[in-house]
């Protein structure tokens, strides 16, 4: 009989794998580099209710200013949300924010610094919310919980005048999830203002076999293809028909909201958010795309990282494309009857 693999064996392993991620560091820009890097955990099996419990303990607890929400999952079962209002002024609008970890791991809290930046900067309120996880939950179940979430959000922004429509994004795997949840939306007739989507989870294929520097940091193809996998419910990269399940795999993306995507060089999705971004534009998105380079995946939430200049100008450029997108709504549709500040057009 197979002996499942443990915690220590796991982290035996992990421990081997330091030495070898060292020596991709020197490709990172300056400003990300940290040894906090070279700890994360490959998500397997066998590691992920570890890889879960250091997600859960990276999470910042929310301020006193943000607030914890009661939210419906499409299960029928209330899972917590965090909202995010912006500080010094009206709301603008509503984002809904999915959060990452792969499909199989995460917490809304584990996006805080996003959330509360995009709040204040584009002057939106901002819903983080919670959805069931691979593989105990497989594909559609976190989907239909963001979709169950997103008219949930939309009622009760209306009910609080936050004029719509909404706004959705995500980071990682909550923005391959808000990519395939405006894909949904939109074939349900569902406006919605724009997508923000952070360094993107968006093509099972991704395993990892173009650039030799990409995907060595932090999501590594074996993490890509342990998530998707679970996520699908059989091997990464085999067919797979299913509408909604894998972003990238549309044909069709015309009539989708403008998209802001933003990703690093070093970042194993480069290559599938760059092209994502292409194909959008093809088919007549607006879309704004942000390359960093030296930057790898998910380097906007590591400490010592997450508050330097680079990542602050990579979060105003999301914040400052979401702020345009939302004129352009209010310009398309009758007068909205509050005032706002002029935006700056980021896209």
């Not at 209002?85 to 999915?98: E, Y």
């Amino acid at each position: 009989m197979r002996t499942p693999q443990t915690p220590a064996i796991a982290l035996a392993a992990a421990t081997a794998a330091v030495a070898w991620r060292a020596r991709h560091l020197r490709h990172v820009a300056r400003e990300f580099r940290s040894p906090v890097v070279m700890l994360a955990l490959p998500a397997t099996r066998g590691t992920l209710p570890l890889v879960r419990a250091m997600g859960t303990a990276a999470g910042r607890q929310p301020s006193s200013e943000d607030e914890r929400l009661s939210t419906p999952g499409a299960d029928g079962v209330s899972r917590e949300a965090l909202l995010y209002r912006p500080r010094g002024g009206t709301s603008r609008g509503g984002l809904l924010w999915i959060h990452g970890g792969g499909r199989v791991s995460g917490i809304p809290q584990f996006d805080d610094i996003q959330c509360r930046r995009l709040a204040d900067d584009a002057g939106v309120t901002v819903l983080s919310v919670n959805y069931r996880l691979a593989p105990e939950h497989p594909f559609p179940a976190a989907l239909d919980d963001c979709a169950t979430a997103l008219s949930w959000f939309t009622a009760w922004c209306a009910a609080n005048d936050i004029p719509g429509p909404l706004a959705i994004g995500g980071a990682s795997a909550g923005g391959g999830l808000a990519a395939e949840l405006a894909q949904r939306a939109t074939d349900e007739g569902i406006e919605l203002a724009h997508q923000v989507l952070v360094y993107p989870m968006l093509d099972d294929r991704s395993l990892g076999r173009g650039a030799t520097n990409r995907g060595r940091l932090v999501w590594t193809p074996t993490s890509n293809r342990f998530a998707w996998s679970a996520y699908l419910g059989h091997p990464a990269g085999a067919s797979e028909q299913r509408p909604y399940a894998v972003a990238a795999r549309r044909e069709d993306l015309r009539g989708l909201p403008s998209a802001w995507i933003g990703v690093g060089d070093l970042d194993l999705f480069h290559d599938e958010d760059v092209h994502y971004a292409r194909r959008l534009r093809d088919a007549g998105v607006r879309v704004h795309l942000r390359v960093e380079p030296g930057m790898y995946h998910g380097a906007d939430a590591v400490p010592g990282v997450k508050d330097s200049d680079r990542i602050r100008a990579f979060h105003a450029d999301m914040s400052s494309s979401l702020r345009h997108a939302l004129d352009l709504v209010e310009s398309s549709h009758e007068p909205r009857d509050r005032s706002r500040d002029e935006a700056t057009d980021g896209a």
